[in-house]
């Protein structure tokens, strides 16, 4: 089981002090905050991608290679990347890059993003997307599998012989994780191919969840890739924390109420309710944590978005630090406790790499 931040790189301002970090600043809090997610024990660090304002991470991979730079444990992940409206000869070319950087600690998450005008910024049709989506990921699983490739298809040029460089670290490709909120289409993608499916789990209720979840894994055992609760499954999260649950309702409320995601919805009790979220105590946290496998089933990897709607960095550091402390350590304990053997971890370079060298056993005739 992997536990890690994920950030969308918002810059919201803090309607306590009526602040706006610039695009500096912001930047590089996500850098402290991506050093302090290896200094408090956690697993994993990743980042949005977002071409608009008023978010700043517009260059994962920039942002990943360096903070590979600064630690020496942490996978370096993505939450997403856009496999819609980046090519997929970019992508596989930026990725293989920063595993080499990295030792491998890379994996990536592609999704379709949620803001429209994107698509023809980038010289796309929103209504493609999930066309896009499909044939995009098609090419690159090629291109990080096969020493030249020839390609032809509806949304780029085509290829001829082509060879993308480098190649992946030690002829392993990154680990992908396909992301998705509502779309059936993505689970299908993920479970035609035996990858992840990571399950945004923020703005939707456990009902949806757990149908999304569930289809993926009938449809990765339809495709042979291993039972259903052998499949690979990250869940999202967003948590607030205190030491007692009256202060973290306290403290949170204002960015609650404020944020542009959150505010002038239902409130912040009604939310909490309703989705994922939780404000309260650390013990709060782990209970509705723990909570996820009774409609999930095990899984393998959580995120949380902690660094969002104008939070100050200083009180970033210290859920961070409440997080390793007090909640992280007993959901590993509580998480590995009847969890069925055949249950794999979630995937790493080293594991993946090693898989590459197993004997294959000949079929019997």
């Known amino acids: 089981m992997q536990f890690g931040i994920f950030t969308v790189g918002d810059r919201t301002t803090d309607p306590t002090t009526g602040d706006t970090p610039t695009e500096n600043a912001r930047i590089k809090a996500m850098l402290t905050i991506a050093q302090k997610v290896e200094e408090v024990g956690l697993d994993v660090f990743a980042t949005g991608e977002h071409h608009n304002p008023p978010f700043v991470p517009s260059s994962p991979t920039t942002l990943l290679g360096y903070i590979a730079a600064q630690t020496q444990r942490i996978i370096l992940s993505t939450a997403t990347t856009l496999i819609t409206t980046s090519d997929p000869v970019k992508i596989a070319e930026d990725f293989a890059m920063l595993q080499h950087v990295a030792d491998g600690r890379v994996d990536l998450t592609l999704g379709r993003g949620n803001t429209g005008p994107v ?42 012989g082509f060879q993308s460089t480098p190649r992946p670290l030690d002829g392993v490709p990154p680990f992908i994780w396909h992301g998705s909120i509502r779309s059936p289409e993505i689970a299908e993608q993920a479970a035609y191919y035996g990858d992840g499916f990571f399950s945004n789990h923020i703005f939707w209720p456990a009902s949806h969840t757990a149908k999304m979840v569930q289809y993926y894994r009938q449809r990765f055992e339809h495709y042979g890739h291993g039972t259903a609760a052998q ?63 009774d409609y999930v089933g095990d899984y393998q990897r959580q995120l949380w978005l902690m660094d969002h709607a ?56």
């Open 310 to 365: 104008g939070l100050p960095l200083k009180t970033v550091l210290e859920q961070l630090d409440l997080l390793g402390e007090e909640v992280v350590p007993v959901l590993r304990r509580e998480f590995a406790k009847n969890r069925p053997a055949d249950v794999p971890d979630a995937p790493t370079h080293e594991s993946l790499r090693l898989a590459t060298l197993a004997p294959v056993t000949p079929a019997r005739s």
């Open 231 to 293: 499949a690979i499954v990250g869940l999202g999260g967003q948590v607030f924390m205190s030491k007692n649950s009256q202060d973290a309702k306290q403290r949170f409320r204002p960015y609650f109420d404020k944020a542009p995601v959150y505010g002038n919805g239902p409130s912040m009790e009604d939310f909490t309710a309703q989705t994922p979220l939780t404000v309260g105590s650390p013990q709060e946290v782990i209970d509705r944590t723990l909570g996820f496998r």
């Open 119 to 160: 698509y023809p910024w980038f010289g796309k049709d929103i209504r493609e997307g999930i066309p896009l989506a499909l044939e995009n990921y098609a090419l690159l699983r090629r291109l990080w599998r096969e020493d030249f490739v020839d390609w032809e298809g509806q949304f780029r040029t085509p290829l001829h």
